[in-house]
């Protein structure tokens, strides 16, 4: 979170901005703050409607659409609003592109819009859609926040993508639809019910803390065995 | 379909308990959980808030029929929820000022619980009669309360315990939620019965 906590160009001074921090918005979202596995934020829709990789994805564009859009209206009216009355605004902002997000899956396919039920009006209650315009589209430019928007929407949709994976794949034996193993495949069927959401979920954030404290200790032992011979020259 | 009032009870209750089987308040039930002194109020506070935001938004549902005027539902239940948790931020710091100082924290977050804007968004759904939604949210608020309740217990018990580094915090939290659905998976035979 101190990242976005810089106040960057916060009171319309003309701040140039790199192409390389425009990106940094987008790619943050994606790894380094991965709403899922980083923040543990979003976690209803996460455990929910991941029993399978379709609606993982489904669910995923719906809240990055939401997210993008939430931003993006946030920021343009971020000089407007007092201060007091904020969260109320974003919810109804939220809530308008959840509306419309609602209408538009359901006019595109009616079997996603079944599968996901009551989930996309409760994309208005996803922690992730009112943490991102509160903690940078209300500081940020518009540009700006809207890149923020899809790049926290993509890494959404990627953590879903993850879980979703895993628990088709052992709870039916199937990948989008496709059988995987042969059909002597006992499924796993444990990993669609709700029990193999909160295990499957629990092993991803296992394995993202230990991949996370590895790479940290080798970039330690890189920088120690850089600074190590300098030091000897110094003596 | 059975609607008694009974089975709606235990249904919202037990066999699909909002939290455990269908995913529903995870946040508040992941972050909040830590203690029990803690867990049960704000188990307390989102019943509360639900029975009182469930009533008012079957009236609003209601209106909002007669003027043809369903694309509304979403945004106007958001609103009654936000309004509701205002109105009992300012009841519970004038009645009990001790109260509010232990709870005040938690209450602005129950906005943002979807448990919250479940209830009224499934009441419409399943064409729930008033009476109906009443004990459907009581049940449903009732459940969330009590898996609170139970998961901080265990979280107090695994506090004590030696757990490896990598393993503590969420992920651990997650794999006890999960023997708790687990558990609530028992309950799923009752429906069929009854």
């Known amino acids: 979170m101190s990242h976005e906590q810089t106040p960057v160009a916060c009171h319309g001074t003309s701040v140039s901005e790199s192409p390389g921090e425009t990106m940094l918005a987008f790619t943050n979202g994606l790894w380094k703050q991965n ?105 940020n430019t518009v540009g700006k926040s809207v890149l923020d928007g899809f790049g926290m929407g993509m890494g959404f949709t990627f953590a879903l993508i993850c879980l979703g994976t895993v628990r088709e794949v052992l709870g039916a034996g199937t990948f989008l639809g496709f059988h995987v193993f042969g059909p002597n495949f006992e499924p796993w069927v444990l990993f669609l019910l709700p029990p193999g959401g909160f295990i499957s979920l629990a092993m991803w954030l296992l394995t993202f803390t230990a991949w996370r404290q590895w790479s940290a200790r080798r970039k330690l032992a890189r920088e120690t065995e850089q600074t190590m011979p300098a030091m000897e020259v110094a003596s | 379909m059975n609607d008694s009032l009974g089975h709606i009870f235990v249904d919202a209750l037990l066999i699909n308990n909002f939290v455990l089987c269908v995913f529903l308040g995870m946040c508040s039930f992941l972050g909040v959980s830590g203690k029990f002194s803690t867990a049960w109020r704000m188990g307390l506070s989102v019943m509360f808030v639900i029975t009182v935001s469930s009533v008012l938004s079957f009236g609003t549902n209601v209106l909002l029929v007669r003027f043809h005027a369903e694309y509304l539902r979403l945004i106007t239940y958001i ?71 139970i998961l901080s217990l265990l979280r107090e018990r695994v506090e004590l315990s030696d757990v490896p580094e990598l393993a503590r915090g969420t992920a651990l939290t997650l794999l006890l939620a999960a023997i708790l659905s687990m558990a609530f998976m028992g309950f799923a035979g009752m429906g069929n019965g009854g």
């Not at chain 2, 009645?95 to 906005?111: D, E, H, Q, V």
């Open chain 1, 35 to 139: 709403p899922v596995f980083v923040m543990v934020l979003g976690m209803c829709p996460t455990l929910a409607i991941t029993n399978s990789v379709r609606n993982a994805i489904a669910m995923g564009l719906a809240t990055t659409f939401v997210i993008a859009t939430a931003n993006g209206l946030v920021s343009l009216i971020r000089k407007l609003v007092p201060k007091q009355v904020r969260i109320a605004t974003f919810i109804l902002i939220i809530a308008t592109a959840v509306t419309v997000v609602d209408y538009l899956v359901k006019a595109i396919s009616i079997n996603v819009y079944k599968a996901l039920g009551p989930f996309i009006p409760l994309i208005v209650s996803n922690c992730l859609v009112l943490e991102r315009p509160e903690a940078f589209a209300s500081k």
């Open chain 2, 79 to 149: 609103v009654i929820i936000a309004a509701t948790v205002q109105l009992t931020e300012m009841f519970i710091r004038k009645t009990s000022p001790a109260l509010f100082r232990t709870m005040g924290i938690y209450l602005p977050l129950i906005t943002t619980n979807c448990a919250v804007l479940a209830v009224p968004l499934f009441q419409t759904s399943r064409n729930y009669s008033f009476v109906q939604s009443f004990v459907f949210a009581i049940a449903a608020s009732g459940g969330y309360t009590v898996a609170m309740m």
